[in-house]
């Protein structure tokens, strides 16, 4: 079975703050994608960055960077110097690469920068 | 890069009628489309998979005949919500598996608010 947790429901911080959203996961597969997804107040699913269970080197995109740690099962968001424009619901999610149509998305974690 | 559209946007419909979602990938052929509902403050749940040209999967617990699902075509996929009540409203979005790019392609639409009045 496979499953995405975030337990951080609700995060608000402070512009220009670091903040980081937690995600871990459970598979009993051995290759597999996780990605993060950014929903802002309009509604669309924007795609932040895909991971695939072989790369575990850390990735950085600007002010995003992810820690992927296959030995805790967790791949972790972090938003450095954070802005209001950072503000919404960000969802990881989990697939395998044999199926990517059984793709798991975690609860959410809703991100509220503030000025 | 690879962009889907989803229409309507927002609808607002009475109870009893339908209502039909269009999710159309603009630029990539899509083999597979998905669709996804999502209720306020919650996470995304996974309703059907469609396949071109053949009958859509759903999902455990979704009523196929409530939610019907059309993919007539590799860039079209539609969603009926058929005899709409008020705890159908939601927020539906649907995604597209590039056929050029399966490993890599999923893209979402911008998503429809449905309300049921």
């Known amino acids: 079975a496979q499953k995405v947790t975030q337990a951080q429901t609700e995060i608000s911080v402070v512009e220009k703050e670091d903040v980081t959203l937690d995600c871990v996961y459970e598979?009993?597969?051995?290759?597999?994608?996780l990605f993060w997804y950014k929903q802002p107040p309009s509604g669309e699913l924007v795609f932040l960055i895909r991971?695939?269970?072989?790369?575990?080197q850390n990735e950085i995109s600007g002010r995003y960077s992810w820690n992927f740690q296959k030995s805790t099962s967790s791949f972790n968001f972090t938003i450095t110097a954070s802005q209001v424009v950072d503000s919404a619901v960000y969802f990881c999610?989990?697939?395998?690469?044999?199926?990517?149509?059984?793709?798991?998305f975690g609860a959410g974690t809703r991100l509220t920068v503030k000025p | 890069g690879a962009v889907v559209s989803q229409h309507p946007s927002r609808v607002i419909c009475k109870s009893g009628t339908s209502v039909k979602i269009e999710c159309r990938s603009l630029?990539?052929?899509?083999?597979?489309m998905f669709w996804y509902r999502q209720f306020p403050k919650q996470s995304l749940m996974l309703m059907a998979t469609?396949?071109?040209?053949?009958?859509?999967?759903?999902e455990q617990g979704v009523e196929k005949d409530k939610f019907l699902i059309n993919h007539a075509s590799l860039t079209l996929s539609t969603l009926t919500v058929t005899s709409a009540h008020p705890e159908d409203s939601s927020f539906y979005i649907c995604?597209?598996?590039?056929?050029?790019?399966?490993?890599?392609?999923?893209?979402f639409g911008s998503g429809t608010r449905l309300t049921v009045v």
């Open positions: 995604s597209a598996r590039d056929r050029g790019r399966p490993v890599y392609g999923y893209t």
């Open positions: 598979t009993r597969d051995t290759t597999y994608y």
């Open positions: 991971r695939n269970s072989f790369d575990e």
């Open positions: 999610a989990l697939s395998p690469s044999y199926n990517n149509n059984d793709m798991r």
């Open positions: 630029d990539f052929q899509a083999t597979t």
């Open positions: 469609s396949n071109e040209g053949s009958k859509a999967t759903y």
